[in-house]
C-alpha cells in the first residue's frame, strides 16, 4: 500500500493557484454570458458529442470521495460552480469519453486549467480539483475512455485477445487534446468570452501528458507543469520491472531492511560530496560506492541478526545499473521499496509497469512476469521501443513548434524518485538541447529542476509554489532561476536551480535554510 499510495497526483497548494498580483487575468470579471443548464458547445473535429448537461452546485463544504491515489476529505469554501459534463466519442472507435468541467460563478480568475492523471487514469477528479475551482479557475479533466482504473490496464487494454488502440490513442494523446477544446469551448460559452490564459498541470502520467501536448499540440496551452513525469514510457514500462526480474533471476530477495543497509551505506559514503552532511545526495548520478563493500556485515532486522551475503550485493548492484544498455536503474538513495519490494520472500513487480508488460506486450494479463528470464527481458524491452515509442513513448525532443507558440513548459523531478528514476527526464531534457541549440536556447522557454532527495511527486524538499512560478513566467516574463522548496513541515528550505545549474553548500550557514546556497 505505501507503494502504490506514492503515485500521487501533485496537490497544488492553494497558494499556487490564486491570482499574481497584476495579472489582467486576475481583474477579469466573471459575468456569465449563459445559464449552467443551457451551455452547449459544437463538436470538435473527429468528435461526437454524445451528451452534454449542465448543472448548478452549491459549493460550499465539498467532500471527495475515496479513489486512491488521489488524495480524499471535504474541502471547505468552495464557490457556487457550473458542473458540465461532456460525453463524447471517436466515429468508429466505440469508445466513451467523459469530460467534466466545473467554472467557479463568481471569482473567476481569467483561466482555464486541465489537470492531468496518475498511472493508468487519465484524468484528476480529487482535492487538486475543487483547490483549483476555489482559487477561481475553470477547471476540467478527462477519464479518457479507460475510466477509473488506476492502477493496471487490464480492464480497458485488451479487445478480442488484441490491444484495444482505440483505448490507448485516448490515453496516451488523444484525449488531452479533445480535453484543451472541450473544456476551453465550454469555459468561453458560459462566461462569454475565452479564458485568458490555459495551464496544463499534472504529475507522473500527468506529467507525461503535458510532455505531450507541448510535442503534439502546442498551441493547446500557455503553460504547462510537468512533475516528475513518466516520459519514456515505453522503455519505462519495462525497466521499471527490472529489479523483480533481477531478484527472481538471481534467486535472492532481500528484506527491506537489508536494502535500506545498502542505501543508508551509500548515504553516509556520497553526503558529505556537496559540502554539507544533511542525509541527502544532492548528485546521486555521481555517486559511485560499491555495494560489495557492505558484504559480511551482519545488522539487525526485526531484531534478528541478517549476516549481508554477496549475492544480496550483487541484487543491488545490479538493480542500481540498471538494464544496462537499455534504461537507467534506481539512484543510490531511493528507497527501494518502490520497484525493488518484496514480501514473503518473493519479489513483487510495481503494478504499473507489471500491467504494461503482462497487458501491452504478452496481451495476457495472467502472464506472470517472474518467469522472465533476462534475455526475454531485453527482448520484451526491444519490442515494447518498437512498438510503442511512436504511441506513448513521449518522448519526441523537437519542441520547435511549441517554442514558436510561445508556450512556457515548467518541469520537476525528484532525485531520489523510487517509482520513475528523474535520469530518464535527464536524458529527455539533453535530446531536446541537441535539438534546438543548447541548453540557454532552451532554457528560454522549457526548464526543468532536480530537486536532491525528493521522491515521487513528493517526499523530500519539493517546489512549495511550482504553479505560481509558471504563471509569473508566462503572464510577466519572468523566467524562475529557482525554483523555492520546502518539506512538508516547513522545517527545511532549498531554491531548486534552473538545469543544469545545481545547487551547492555555500560552506556556511544553517544547511536547512534556502539562503545557505547558491546555483553553479
Known sequence: MKRILTILAAVVPLAALMPLPGSSAATTAASTATA??????????????????????????????????FPSGPVT???????????????????????????????????????GGSAYQAGEFGIPWVNAVKAGYAVASTDAGVGPSPFTADAWALKDGKVNQALLLNFASRSL??????????????????????????????????????????????????????????????????????????HTYPTACVFDEFNKAAVQACDSKDGVVNGVIDQPQ????????????????????????????????????????????????????????????????????????????K???????????????????????????????????????????????LSWHGLSDSLIPALGTVDYRKRVERELGGSTRVNDFYRLFLAPGAGHCGGGITPTDPLASLVKWVEQGQAPATLPAATVDGTEHRDLCA????????????????????CS
Open 286 to 361: 555521481k555517486c559511485t560506492w560499491a555495494p560489495e563493500r557492505l558484504v559480511g556485515k551482519t545488522v539487525l532486522c526485526d531484531g534478528k541478526p541478517v549476516t549481508i551475503t554477496a549475492a544480496d550485493a550483487r541484487v543491488v548492484r545490479k538493480i542500481w545499473d540498471g538494464p544496462r544498455g537499455l534504461w537507467y536503474g534506481l539512484t543510490r538513495g531511493s528507497a527501494f521499496d518502490g520497484l525493488a519490494a518484496t514480501a514473503d520472500g518473493k519479489a513483487v513487480p510495481f503494478v504499473v509497469p507489471d500491467s504494461w508488460v503482462r497487458d501491452f506486450l
Open 177 to 250: 487534446h479533445d480535453l484543451a477544446t472541450v473544456g476551453k469551448a465550454v469555459t468561453n460559452q458560459y462566461y462569454g468570452h475565452a479564458a485568458n490564459y490555459s495551464y496544463w498541470t499534472g504529475c507522473s502520467t500527468g506529467g507525461r501528458q503535458g510532455y505531450i501536448e507541448a510535442q503534439q499540440h502546442p498551441d493547446d496551452f500557455d503553460g504547462i507543469l510537468a512533475q516528475s513525469p513518466a516520459v519514456n514510457w515505453d522503455r519505462w514500462g519495462v525497466a521499471a520491472i527490472w529489479p523483480a526480474v533481477v531478484m527472481n533471476q538471481e
Open 77 to 115: 469554501g468552495v464557490p457556487a460552480y457550473c458542473e458540465v459534463t461532456v460525453q463524447l466519442s471517436h466515429p468508429g472507435a466505440g469508445d466513451h469519453v467523459k469530460t467534466v468541467v466545473w467554472l467557479p460563478k463568481t471569482g473567476w480568475n481569467g483561466r482555464f486549467q486541465a489537470l
Open 499 to 518: 538545469y543544469p545549474s545545481v545547487s551547492k553548500y555555500k560552506g556556511y550557514g544553517d544547511p536547512k535554510q534556502a539562503s545557505s546556497y547558491r
Open 36 to 69: 449552467c443548464t443551457t451551455v452547449s458547445i459544437k463538436a470538435p473535429q473527429g468528435v461526437r458529442i454524445d451528451s452534454l448537461t449542465g448543472v448548478d452546485q452549491p459549493g460550499g463544504t465539498v467532500v471527495i470521495p475515496p479513489n486512491p491515489p
Open 363 to 409: 496481451l495476457d494479463p495472467a502472464f506472470d512476469t517472474s518467469t522472465l528470464t533476462y534475455s526475454q527481458y531485453a527482448k520484451l524491452f526491444r519490442q515494447s521501443q518498437a512498438q510503442y515509442n511512436q504511441v506513448i513513448g513521449s518522448d519526441d525532443p523537437d519542441l520547435s513548434a511549441f517554442r514558436r507558440s510561445g508556450g512556457k513548459l
